[in-house]
């Protein structure tokens, strides 16, 4: 194909000349997932819209290749050798494609090789923890019991029986893979022989049956910090499963979900209570006690308290999960009001009664302009 009838690279990739490195990847990174082979077997426009967007990666990947192709066109890099895909500009396949092996299930391409049955790492696990309000506050330690893979005892994690030991697969000769030439592809997949692994086993251990590990129950005591809220997650490292082949342990999540309080309301380290004040306290001021997650507190109540009535203890909230300070605790205040009364006290309610004066709703209040229901309207529409 001659360079006049070549299309520019820049519109086979979709993105403008001025793209970035990182956009001119993903956009060979999409066109790659589309028209990959092995998503389209036997479909020659997607092997050759394959190509044609491996070549202009290939160019435009390169700062210089780009750098002449952006001033001569097609003629600046065919000299180069940028009319043909450069295989080296593959050469780490991961980096490109990120885990788009894993999508098609090989584990190369262009030369790139991945390690399989090799040592990895134990599959991290999560536990769902619900603690009291008040073990929040104060802290504790708990013990939890959870089961989990762990390197079978008996074989020592190899999954071969005693007296014998994982073999060199005889088909893929220990690498744990199979090629495939596709074209100008070479393609590599799983080994359906040893899975992947590059090892067989002859006689698998009675105890895994081969697998290198067995579900055990595991016992663990966790220290909760005090102010630890609902959401939050300890980390236990080490304690998830154990990895294969030699691999490192995963870690263990612990998530912590707090009981509610039917008293105290909590907002970030801030609590917040409703408490009951009969209305003498409210209209003649007093000392009430305050129950706080440390014990009582008093309020001193002014004369003429309205309902609604917020006051701050500083520092009676709860404590920061890092250890440092507390929060507030605030109180709001309510009128109690009893469900039932004694004769006398009716009596001394209703001479009270007649005392007060009445609520009007009609008739101008005391430094008002408008009656209360006009107020009412403008405040509503």
């Known amino acids: 194909m ?29 066109l790659a997932m589309k028209y990959h082979p092995d998503r389209n077997p036997g479909n020659h426009h997607a092997e050759e819209s394959f190509k044609e967007a491996a070549e202009a990666y290939a160019v435009l990947a390169d700062p210089q290749k780009r750098s002449l192709y952006d001033r001569f066109g097609h003629a600046g890099v065919s000299s180069a050798g940028g009319a043909n895909v450069d295989p ?6 991961s980096d490109i494609f990120a885990g788009l092996g894993d999508v098609f299930g090989f584990g190369d391409i262009f030369g790139g090789r991945r390690r399989r049955g090799g040592p990895e790492r134990g599959s991290d696990l999560r536990y769902d923890l619900e603690i009291t309000f008040e073990e929040s506050a104060a802290g504790t330690d708990t013990t939890i019991q959870i ?11 190899t999954g071969a029986a005693a007296g014998t030991s994982p073999e060199t697969c005889a088909q893929c ?9 596709q074209g100008f592809l070479t393609v590599a997949r799983p080994c359906p022989n040893c899975r992947g692994t590059g090892k067989t086993i002859a006689k698998p251990c009675q105890t895994c049956r ?36 030699g691999g490192p342990p995963g870690d263990l999540y612990v998530v912590v979900h707090v009981q509610e309080h039917p008293f105290f309301h909590r907002e970030e380290d801030d609590l917040y209570c409703e408490m009951p004040i009969n209305y003498p306290t409210l209209a003649l001021g007093g000392t009430i006690q305050v129950p706080t997650i440390d014990g009582r507190e008093e309020i001193h109540v002014p004369a003429g308290t309205q309902a609604g009535t917020r006051f701050k203890l500083r520092g009676k909230g709860m404590p920061h999960v890092s250890g440092r300070g507390h929060g507030d605790l605030h109180v709001i205040a309510r009128v109690a009001v009893p469900k039932k009364v004694t004769r006398e006290q009716r009596q001394l309610l209703e001479e009270l009664a007649r005392t007060l004066p009445q609520a009007k709703l009609d008739d101008d209040e005391e430094g008002s302009e408008k009656p209360f229901f006009e107020r009412v309207k403008d405040i509503f529409g």
């Open 2 to 30: 001659s360079s006049v009838t070549k299309r520019d690279y820049y519109e086979i990739l979709g993105i403008q000349r001025g793209a970035s490195d990182q956009e001119i990847k993903s956009a060979y990174r999409k």
């Open 88 to 93: 080296t500009i593959f050469a780490d396949f």
């Open 147 to 157: 089961p989990r893979e762990e390197t079978c005892e008996t074989c020592r994690g």
């Open 173 to 181: 000769r220990g690498t744990g893979q199979q090629r495939y030439q």
């Open 210 to 245: 081969g697998a290198g590990r067995v579900s055990k129950e595991r016992k663990l005591t966790v220290k909760i910090p005090a102010g630890i809220a609902t959401g939050q997650r300890l980390r236990l490292y080490g304690e998830g499963e154990h990895g294969s082949a």
